[in-house]
């Protein structure tokens, strides 16, 4: 059914004064889902609305990209019988789902419709088409708006609660919001039936489909802990899921607000956009982070889990009204992560984390782009960092009492609504009978950064860092020697190595700090023959890359040992993304004395690890030193073609960069 284009102009102008939260308020959503072609990226399914009217209006819409809709009807929710709508109009610009009828105050109706889709984005559909893929679906709505996928309301200030039903293939698993209620078995797929019980914004909404095994864990609330991983990577789930449990049970302890839904579930994806995704009690996150022991050390997925599990409250249960209070988010979230990963590493790690915070923020303003907190169009950097930043500061002024407190009763005042920055300040203002004014003027208004000031307030709670700072390795290099020896910290002992760059002698060696030893493989580029044992034993240590950094420094300074160094690496790929693997492939090739017959196959591994079946981290290795080589023949460059095609914008610009100066 269609309208006039008439009745689309006076929808248009109707809602040009006001947002369709003041008309509409969308209460649930219950979708049922199916996948018509998983070649041709397509979508279909049956999704029933209930909305309430707060004002008289001719109009209702539902944000809806690219979508072709049947079997429409609406009907008003009476309390003994419901009254279905024969003559009421639709129009459907490719953008929004409009239904005209004479919707009137206090009224309760429900619209159910039959849609199809074939999304370009935020719903993405992962090597369907290639053999030995590792075949997904996941979804990303923050950014690139759910109603892609789902017919769906972008406005974040409309919460709804979302139950999804989804029909799949039995071979694979389907995780999505809310609590797994059933599952029904028919032939060769299995319908799966997820119920939320609190509403959220449609960004929100998850849906992750792969072949996954899982563990469960319980927290001390009673909440389960569900955490996917790949079948083949049973031995990695330790180390990628190490200390999940207890963060989340210091996060309920510490925030003092009951985690807000049924479950929490963490699933990996390939290619996904960023690092992870909060998704209301979903959160999917990169693959890159499924690590094993020894990746543990250098990339593990640690601060990535704790700062999603901390979106949970703020951003899911409390979410902001707008980009201007977007550091309510992110910046909350950055802070309890901080404290959740401080609670499991100490002191020390807590405030040197805030302390490389603080050098990003000052490099950014050296470069002019210092902001606000307040500012919509802020860099990641502001909002998560400093927005971090003004937390710390903002409960040493206060006192921890006052801040828990301000905390908890803003969660729960607010919760399932959406909230600006003053809602917070005003809590926290009555907890600690403070004004606040001026720490808003200081830290959430102005773009000039307390640079000095929070390096004195680091100065003050850390020994170590006020050491670092005092410390001038280059007139007294033989005092910072002395601080290796005397020093427990490992982030203190790091700086020092890299202070000290060619100053470090035999005796830096000695220490069992991985993290002191990865410094002096990453500083050490120029290796004095007298170091060249030492040096090598970096090559045993467990961390991929420091065995990354000494493999190379070793090949270049000493080019008559390098069959030595290739033999014993020659087993070794490293993080996900076959760091190690990579750059011993270029070696090799570039090492005539080292199987010299072994060349072509070496130079095809390499080539082949820019195939469209390999994630994408692992492919810009391969493009990057293939180029380095000016080796990417006819093969690569079409592989860097399609490349430029990527799902991941990041990898897209990355391959059409390349192309461009090629």
Known sequence: MKRISFFFFLFISILSYSQQTDYVDFKTAKADLFFK??????????????????????????????????????????????????????????????????????????????????????????????????????????????????????????????????????????????????????????????????????YLVALAIGKYNKKVEVSNSGIPLEMYYYPDDSLKFEPTYRYAKQMFDFLEEEISVPFPWQNYKQVPVKDFLYAGMENTSTTIFSDAFVVDSIAFIDKNYINVNAHELAHQWFGDLVTETSGTHHWLQEGFATY?????????????????????????????????????????????????????????????????????????NYLEKHQFKNIETNDFIVEVEKSSSQDLSQFVETWLKS????????????????????????????????????????????????????????????????????????????????????????????????????????????????????SLYLEKTKHIEGFNDKNIRCLWLVLAINSPEFENENTQKYFEELRNYTNSNVDFETRINAFQYLNLMQACDAICKENLKQASKHHNWRFSKFAKDMLKNN
């Open 37 to 202: 072609d998983l070649v041709k990226n397509e979508l279909a399914g049956t999704v029933s609305y209930e909305f309430e009217i707060l004002k008289d209006i001719d109009s209702a819409f539902i944000d809806a990209k690219k979508m072709t809709f049947s079997k429409i009807t609406l009907n008003e929710l009476g309390v003994l019988t419901d009254v279905e709508f024969i003559d009421f109009k639709t129009y459907n610009d490719s953008s929004r789902f409009v239904v005209y009828n004479d919707f009137k105050k206090g009224k309760r109706y429900s619209l159910k419709f039959n849609y199809t889709v074939q999304p370009k984005k935020a719903l993405y559909f992962i090597d369907w088409n290639i053999q030995n893929g590792n075949k997904q679906i996941w979804s990303q709505g923050q950014g690139k708006y759910t109603s892609n996928w789902l017919p769906s309301i972008d406005d974040m200030n409309e919460k709804i609660e979302f139950d999804l039903t989804i029909t799949f293939d039995k071979d694979y698993e389907v995780i999505s919001n809310g609590k797994l209620i059933n599952k029904q078995l028919k032939d060769s797929q299995i319908t799966w039936h997820y119920d939320m019980k609190k509403p959220m914004s449609s």
């Open 447 to 562: 773009n000039i950064l307390p640079y000095e000031y929070m390096i004195e307030n680091l100065k003050l709670f850390s020994s170590s860092i006020e050491q670092y700072l005092n410390c001038d390795c280059k007139e007294t290099p033989e005092a910072c020697k002395l601080f290796l020896l005397h020093q427990n910290d490992s982030f203190f002992k790091s700086k020092i190595v890299e202070r000290l760059g060619s100053n470090i002698s035999k005796s830096t060696f000695k220490t069992d700090d991985i993290k002191v030893r990865q410094a002096i493989a990453r500083t050490l580029k120029e290796i004095p023959t007298e170091l060249k044992q030492d040096y090598e034993s970096l090559l045993n240590d467990k961390s991929y890359l420091t065995i990354e950094y000494a493999l190379y420094n070793l090949w270049v300074n000493f080019p008559e040992f390098r």
């Open 336 to 408: 309890y992560a901080l404290l959740a990963e401080r609670a499991v590493f100490g002191d020390d790690y807590y405030y040197w984390r805030l302390y490389e915070y603080a050098q990003e923020l000052l490099e950014q303003d050296k470069t002019g782009a210092g902001t606000s907190v307040l500012d919509p169009k802020s860099s990641s950097t502001t909002f998560y960092k400093k927005g971090a930043w003004v937390l710390h500061i903002l409960r040493e002024k206060v006192g921890d009492t006052a801040f828990k407190t301000a905390v908890k």
